[in-house]
Structure formats: structure tokens, C-alpha cells
């Protein structure tokens, strides 16, 4: 017994030991360039279009403007998609608040997505930031306050975004926001040998059961590489690092979808999800307004037309939050906004 004892901590030992040298210790940084600076923001909007027309982004993935008016509506939208889609994750939801409030809308394009699976690949996190945090300084002209919406990795983008500008962000809405992988098999690439582990079990690529005719085809990366995880593994790593979410004074929205332990967001760790809303709440200075909303009908995806959910609850409640905190009323449908 005494033998098998020692070997059974010897063994341990040497895995622990193993598992500690190969681990990735390091975490990338990011530090906002204000070099890149535009005239305003529709100098920053057509760089970006010509940004997306010379990497031959797919058509209805670039960045889009909805135009309600040239002058400042009094809120502006902006929204961010998650890891390998695009605004078709979040227009039919978003375009109904557009209509209802009368918002100048912005739907930005991460870099790296809409193109193709080798961007996706090859594009870090410090660049999503970039682009997220360019298109929320900017965005302030377009509207007197700033309604920030984010899904999925766009929702932690949009958590770190409003702990770092407070001053930027009057709303903040998060549809199944990313903080940590539902599948824990994703932290293997934390190891330094954890791309060729994957590889060699799974093979490089990821490949998707949806339907490549499907019309959802067009707007989310079908087939990804496994390596493309570490980029949303190193910003996941970054911003915990920095751990914004008990600065975070807007007033917050977060909606998850779970029905029972099988039904649920089998994407995005709901428990990762109620720790960040926690971590919100138990800031210096959470707001009273904050609101945690469970979906029961629905899926990782709430805003798209894609994707089934109880979009009349979701639409009924992002209205009534939104006025809440804001101040927005309904406007009379007789403006038309323009693309």
C-alpha cells in the first residue's frame, strides 16, 4: 500500500511539475494608440470602410452606419458582435431599438472578421480593442448619450470598455456576454502545447453542422481553426487581469439564456456570467438600476433574426431599460434612417 502511495504522489509530482513549466504564464497587454487619430467620425467611418472593401469582406459584414439623422439623436447605439460573426448576430434586435428611439445606430466590425478564417486566425485581441474603443469615442458625436450592446465576446469587450470610459457609456446592455468558455477543454491552450494537443485529437479546424446554404451562413464563420481560440483565450486572460467589472457605474443589462441544467448557453459559462454581474453589483458604486434578465426561450445567440428566442420579452425589456436609464422616448415613425 505504502508502495503504491508513493508512486501515485511521485506521479502527481512530475504532472504538476510538468503542467507547471509548459504553462503560459504571460498575458498579453494592450494600451490604446490615441495616435490614430480622424477629423471626426465619419473621417473614422470611411477609413474603416476602405479598410473592409481592401480585405474583401463579405457582403452585409462591414461596419455599418444607420443614419437617423445628420444632427446628434439623443442616444446613439453601438453595437459589437462576438468571436467569428458579425452585425447579423445583432440587427434585428438593435434595428428595432433604432426605429423605436430614433438612435443613430453603429454596428462595428472587429478586426479580423467577415473576411475570412485565416484573418480570424491571425488577428489578436489588442486589435479588437482598438477598433471597440475607436468606434465608442467616435460614436459620442452621432448621439447625446451612448447606448453600448454588446453579445458574447462583444459583451466583455463592452464591460471593459465601460469601466474604462464612463464618461462614454450611459447604458450597457449584455446579450450572453463571453467571460469564460461553458467547454473548460478551451483553457488547454494555455499550455504551451496545447494548439498541437488540440490539433492532433480534433485537427485544425472546427468544422460547423449548420448548412453552408443556410442564409446564417453569410454572417458568422462556419468553420474556424482551433487556434483562433487563443485569441479570445488571451483577451479573456487580459481584461481579468485587469478585472474592470467592479468599476462598471453605467447601468447594466445582462441577459442570459437558461431553461434548465439542459437547456442552456452551452457557448458562454452562465456561473462566469452571474460572477460578473456579481462583481458589478458589489463595485464601489453599482447603479440601482442594474437588471439581470434570464431568457428561457432561447439560445447563446438573443438578437438575431437567425437564431430563435423570445425576441418579443427581449425587445419589450431592452425598451423599457433603455428608457429607464436614459431618457429616450419613443419617436414618431415618420424619420427614416439612411445607410
Known amino acids: 500500500m505504502r508502495i503504491i502511495i508513493k508512486w501515485v504522489i511521485a506521479i502527481t509530482l512530475i504532472l504538476s511539475s510538468f503542467l507547471v513549466s509548459t504553462y503560459n504564464w504571460s498575458t498579453g497587454e494592450y494600451n490604446y494608440d490615441s495616435s490614430r487619430k480622424f477629423e471626426n467620425f465619419d473621417a473614422f467611418y470611411?477609413?474603416?470602410?476602405?479598410?473592409?472593401?481592401?480585405?474583401?469582406t463579405r457582403p452585409n459584414n462591414?461596419?455599418?452606419?444607420?443614419?437617423?439623422?445628420?444632427?446628434?439623436?439623443?442616444?446613439?447605439?453601438?453595437?459589437?458582435?462576438?468571436?467569428?460573426?458579425?452585425?447579423?448576430?445583432?440587427?434585428?434586435?438593435?434595428?428595432?431599438?433604432?426605429?423605436?428611439?430614433?438612435?443613430?445606430?453603429?454596428?462595428?466590425?472587429?478586426?479580423?472578421?467577415?473576411?475570412?478564417?485565416?484573418?480570424h486566425l491571425?488577428?489578436?485581441?489588442?486589435?479588437?480593442?482598438?477598433?471597440?474603443?475607436d468606434s465608442l469615442i467616435y460614436a459620442r458625436e452621432l448621439g447625446d448619450k451612448t447606448v453600448l450592446v454588446g453579445t458574447s465576446m462583444g459583451g466583455n469587450i463592452a464591460s471593459y470598455l465601460a469601466a474604462k470610459h464612463p464618461d462614454l457609456v450611459d447604458s450597457l446592455v449584455l446579450a450572453s456576454p463571453f467571460y469564460d468558455f461553458d467547454d473548460p477543454s478551451a483553457h488547454f491552450f494555455r499550455f504551451h502545447w496545447g494548439k498541437s494537443f488540440i490539433n492532433g485529437i480534433k485537427g485544425e479546424m472546427r468544422i460547423s453542422k449548420t448548412d453552408p446554404r443556410d442564409e446564417s451562413a453569410k454572417y458568422w464563420y462556419l468553420d474556424q481553426y482551433y487556434a483562433a481560440i487563443q485569441n479570445i483565450l488571451e483577451l479573456k486572460r487580459f481584461v481579468d487581469k485587469a478585472n474592470p467589472y467592479?468599476?462598471?457605474?453605467?447601468?447594466?443589462?445582462?441577459?442570459?439564456?437558461?431553461?434548465?441544467?439542459?437547456?442552456?448557453?452551452?457557448?458562454?459559462?452562465?456561473?462566469?456570467?452571474?460572477?460578473?454581474?456579481?462583481?458589478?453589483?458589489?463595485?464601489?458604486?453599482?447603479?440601482?438600476?442594474?437588471?439581470?434578465?434570464?431568457?428561457?426561450?432561447?439560445?447563446?445567440?438573443?438578437?438575431?433574426?437567425?437564431?430563435?428566442?423570445?425576441?418579443?420579452?427581449?425587445?419589450?425589456?431592452?425598451?423599457?431599460?433603455?428608457?429607464?436609464?436614459?431618457?429616450?422616448?419613443?419617436v414618431k415613425k415618420s424619420k427614416k434612417s439612411k445607410r
Not at 470611411?46 to 474583401?56: C, G, I, R
Not at 458579425?86 to 478586426?111: D, H, I, M, Q, W
Not at 491571425?122 to 482598438?130: P, R, V
Not at 458562454?268 to 438600476?289: E, F, H, R, W
Open 46 to 56: 470611411q477609413n474603416e470602410l476602405e479598410l473592409s472593401a481592401k480585405e474583401n
Open 62 to 119: 462591414e461596419e455599418l452606419l444607420v443614419r437617423v439623422s445628420e444632427e446628434k439623436t439623443p442616444i446613439v447605439i453601438v453595437y459589437i458582435h462576438g468571436f467569428g460573426a458579425s452585425r447579423g448576430e445583432g440587427e434585428e434586435v438593435t434595428n428595432k431599438l433604432t426605429e423605436y428611439f430614433g438612435a443613430n445606430t453603429y454596428y462595428l466590425r472587429l478586426p479580423g472578421h467577415g473576411t475570412n478564417p485565416e484573418d
Open 122 to 133: 491571425h488577428t489578436n485581441f489588442q486589435k479588437y480593442l482598438q477598433d471597440a474603443e
Open 246 to 330: 467592479p468599476q462598471i457605474t453605467a447601468p447594466t443589462l445582462l441577459m442570459y439564456y437558461y431553461k434548465s441544467e439542459r437547456e442552456h448557453d452551452f457557448v458562454a459559462s452562465i456561473p462566469a456570467m452571474l460572477k460578473v454581474y456579481d462583481a458589478i453589483q458589489t463595485g464601489p458604486n453599482p447603479n440601482p438600476k442594474n437588471k439581470l434578465l434570464k431568457i428561457e426561450n432561447g439560445a447563446h445567440v438573443l438578437l438575431s433574426k437567425y437564431v430563435k428566442s423570445d425576441k418579443e420579452l427581449i425587445e419589450k425589456e431592452l425598451i423599457q431599460f433603455i428608457k429607464d436609464t436614459t431618457g429616450a422616448e419613443e
